[in-house]
């Protein structure tokens, strides 16, 4: 097949079994479907096209028209992506936490950059980012927001996308989705896609220390990609089963342990996720099967990852944060010749 487009390009991405990170014989059957392949890098290039491409066709959005969102990351490249295929414009509203790689991704792509400097009052950004974007929808007239945390779009993306995609590909029922959460559209479009066939699957999020979407104290966090500093408009609690916390330090070392198993070099969200099912195992029947989603490349989080200062900084504060579920570990694997 011949796409017409980069963007047409975005989906149908492969589910693996990690049997070597999770050996089906000591535990659950986990099965993780690879959203880092997308062309764009991750499962934020499923909304970006959802929401543009539906814009297009019911005219909210039209040729000229600017596109405005609060991203610092893989949504953002994801729409200045899309935004340069069907011709558009792109302004993504980011603060210093930005990954110089994401920075310098978005800029290659053409999109504008408006970068905010001062901490909202849960010493995050984005309540300041949010304020931003709706001054620069004032002073341009024609504007759309993209607007990730209440758009109804975000969550459908997923639903006929990743969700339908799944549903096709599995070879036999799923007992637990877990999936990591910001917005929440990726978790409950597949929630919603799957119950239809597994009815009685179980959905765990896996947020962030220091995020309040489910109501827990904000505190600092510096991993970006997973939990927020507000509520989002999308969160439908009832619908999500079991929330469980992981600190930066443990998303960390899942990423490490991921790719020194798995050999899949993915981002801090997808650590995020390893690290949970880590916490969950003990609790699962024997035989279950979990279905888990990788959102993003390891590449973008290498700033991060390479900074010996910031590893010891989120080191340190988890050692002093309340007791995760499990013994904190104490230094990341070593890297071998097989991770390298």
Same mark, same amino acid.
């Given at each position: 097949?011949?796409?017409?487009?980069?963007?047409?390009?975005?989906?149908?991405?492969?589910?693996?079994?990690?049997?070597?990170?999770?050996?089906? @014989?000591?535990?659950?059957?986990?099965?993780?479907?690879?959203?880092?392949?997308?062309?764009?890098?991750?499962?934020?290039?499923?909304?970006?096209?959802?929401?543009?491409?539906?814009?297009?066709?019911?005219?909210?959005?039209?040729?000229?028209?600017?596109?405005?969102?609060?991203?610092?990351?893989?949504?953002?490249?994801?729409?200045?992506?899309?935004?340069?295929?069907?011709?558009?414009?792109?302004?993504?509203?980011?603060?210093?936490?930005?990954?110089?790689?994401?920075?310098?991704?978005?800029?290659?792509?053409?999109?504008?950059?408006?970068?905010?400097?001062?901490?909202?009052?849960?010493?995050?950004?984005?309540?300041?980012?949010?304020?931003?974007?709706?001054?620069?929808?004032?002073?341009?007239?024609?504007?759309?927001?993209?607007?990730?945390?209440?758009?109804?779009?975000?969550?459908?993306?997923?639903?006929?996308?990743?969700?339908?995609?799944?549903?096709?590909?599995?070879?036999?029922?799923?007992?637990?989705?877990?999936?990591?959460?910001?917005?929440?559209?990726?978790?409950?479009?597949?929630?919603?896609?799957?119950?239809?066939?597994?009815?009685?699957?179980?959905?765990?999020?896996?947020?962030?220390?220091?995020?309040?979407?489910?109501?827990?104290?904000?505190?600092?966090?510096?991993?970006?990609?997973?939990?927020?500093?507000?509520?989002?408009?999308?969160?439908?609690?009832?619908?999500?089963?079991?929330?469980?916390?992981?600190?930066?330090?443990?998303?960390?070392?899942?990423?490490?342990?991921?790719?020194?198993?798995?050999?899949?070099?993915?981002?801090?969200?997808?650590?995020?996720?390893?690290?949970?099912?880590?916490?969950?195992?003990?609790?699962?029947?024997?035989?279950?099967?979990?279905?888990?989603?990788?959102?993003?490349?390891?590449?973008?989080?290498?700033?991060?990852?390479?900074?010996?200062?910031?590893?010891?900084?989120?080191?340190?504060?988890?050692?002093?944060?309340?007791?995760? @579920?499990?013994?904190?570990?104490?230094?990341?694997?070593?890297?071998?010749?097989?991770?390298?």
């Amino acid at each position: 097949m011949v796409h017409d487009s980069v963007a047409s390009c975005i989906g149908k991405t492969p589910l693996v079994h990690l049997r070597r990170l999770f050996p089906p @014989d000591r535990g659950p059957s986990v099965i993780a479907k690879l959203e880092l392949l997308n062309p764009g890098g991750s499962v934020k290039d499923r909304p970006a096209r959802f929401i543009v491409e539906q814009g297009l066709k019911d005219g909210t959005i039209r040729k000229g028209t600017h596109l405005v969102e609060s991203t610092s990351g893989n949504l953002g490249i994801a729409l200045a992506m899309v935004a340069r295929v069907h011709g558009l414009t792109f302004t993504s509203v980011v603060d210093p936490k930005i990954s110089q790689t994401n920075l310098r991704i978005l800029k290659s792509y053409g999109a504008r950059i408006d970068m905010v400097s001062e901490p909202d009052d849960q010493g995050g950004y984005l309540k300041t980012r949010i304020r931003r974007v709706q001054e620069l929808l004032e002073m341009m007239p024609g504007s759309v927001w993209i607007n990730q945390y209440a758009n109804q779009l975000n969550w459908q993306a997923h639903f006929h996308g990743a969700g339908s995609e799944i549903v096709e590909e599995l070879d036999a029922p799923i007992d637990y989705l877990v999936a990591s959460v910001s917005t929440t559209g990726t978790i409950l479009g597949l929630a919603r896609r799957l119950r239809k066939e597994f009815p009685r699957m179980r959905v765990i999020a896996v947020d962030a220390v220091g995020s309040v979407i489910f109501g827990t104290q904000p505190a600092p966090r510096d991993l970006p990609g997973i939990g927020s500093s507000r509520v989002p408009e999308l969160l439908c609690r009832e619908e999500i089963d079991e929330f469980i916390l992981v600190n930066d330090w443990e998303s960390v070392v899942g990423c490490r342990d991921l790719l020194t198993h798995e050999g899949i070099f993915a981002g801090g969200s997808s650590g995020s996720v390893v690290a949970a099912i880590r916490k969950l195992e003990p609790t699962l029947p024997a035989g279950s099967r979990v279905l888990t989603l990788f959102p993003d490349r390891g590449e973008r989080y290498l700033d991060l990852f390479s900074d010996e200062a910031w590893l010891s900084k989120i080191r340190l504060r988890a050692e002093q944060q309340v007791p995760m @579920d499990v013994p904190l570990p104490l230094s990341i694997p070593p890297r071998t010749a097989k991770s390298a």
